[in-house]
């Protein structure tokens, strides 16, 4: 079902409809872009067990059938590097590596929490293997963070994973890249229309969805200083921010920008559904200083179902 998110407000609708004049405002001012559609594809958790294998190539496939000018993989690519020996991982990457030619697009890529190698002291890896962390990423797949232009709208791929010092992760966006950010975006001209993309959710209503998390728990299901981020966006021609993580497709509407969260190829990790929300993946489409998304699913049926 499609979804114009420049027409729909999810929240009140007094401060929806203010929200709304002040992105119609900025575009507005907008310099000219040229209309394209793109693919959302995130959380793939691609591994060889419950015929994940089977089902990510299916789900590849069919994104190449609906076809656009790129795919975005909003990572998670892989489950899972975390907690895992170093040949498991590696196993894990080139399987991916191969899956993903099904897709026959061009892809950009973005880190998830899955995607670092060894972090939990399950592994048995150490700091010191070469791979360690984040640059199992960064041999893989590439720049952890980056700007790209497309067809006129500006890109903003952040790396949301904050890996802490006790072998664990959150998260959160650095401040170097908060800095990055805002040295970029005050390059641009005003009204340049943006997309933003994170792993973890800057703006999100899923921990809503769920039982209280137990007090002190690490803060993992949306960026802990996502204020930091949101302040940079604030008065300029955001388009929509892209996100994944939660494996639950959502929208809500924000001060003017609409925050998507992505359903995950992988559904409840392989399982089924996840909260209401099937395998799948979403197609973006950019027009007019607008973006639009519909969410595509692909008919995966888990040889081991579970509900939540």
């Not at 004049?21 to 067990?49: M, N, Y």
């Not at 670092?116 to 590439?142: E, M, N, R």
């Not at 399982?271 to 799948?280: D, I, R, V």
Request: glycine share 12%; with cysteine.
């Amino acid at each position: 079902m499609s979804t114009d998110l420049g027409r729909r407000a999810l929240l009140g609708g007094g401060i929806a409809s203010l929200s709304l004049i002040g992105a119609t405002a900025r575009a507005e001012k907008a310099p000219a872009h040229e209309s394209f559609s793109f693919l959302f594809v995130t959380d793939t958790h691609l591994q060889p067990e419950l015929n994940a294998t089977a089902g990510c190539a299916e789900a590849f496939r069919r994104a190449r059938a609906v076809g656009g000018d790129f795919v975005l993989q909003g990572g998670d690519h892989v489950f899972d590097a975390l907690g895992v020996a170093r040949g498991r991982a590696d196993m894990l990457a080139d399987l991916y590596e191969r899956t993903e030619q099904d897709l026959a697009l061009p892809v950009r890529n973005m880190i998830g929490n899955h995607d670092c190698f060894g972090v939990y002291t399950k592994s048995g890896a150490l700091p010191t293997d070469p791979l360690y962390g984040k640059k199992y990423f960064t041999d893989h797949w590439g720049a952890l963070h980056y700007g790209f232009r497309h067809r006129g709208v500006q890109f903003f791929v952040l790396d949301s994973i904050g890996l802490t010092d006790d072998r664990d992760y959150e998260g959160r966006i650095d401040s170097a890249q908060i800095a990055w950010l805002a040295s970029e975006l005050d390059r641009l001209p005003p009204g340049q229309p943006i997309i933003v993309a994170s792993h973890i959710p800057l703006v999100t209503a899923y921990e809503r969805y769920l039982p209280p998390a137990p007090a002190g728990a690490r803060h993992k299901t949306s960026v802990i200083n996502a204020a930091e981020v949101l302040a940079l966006l604030y008065g300029r021609n955001v388009l929509g921010v892209l996100q994944g993580h939660t494996h639950v497709n959502e929208t809500v509407l924000w001060r003017g920008i609409p925050f998507i969260t992505g359903g995950a190829v992988s559904g409840n990790w392989w399982h089924g559904t996840h909260l209401g929300t099937p395998e799948g993946f979403t197609v973006v489409e950019v027009a007019n200083n607008r973006l639009t998304t519909r969410y595509e699913t692909y008919g995966f049926k888990s040889v081991d179902p579970r509900t939540d």
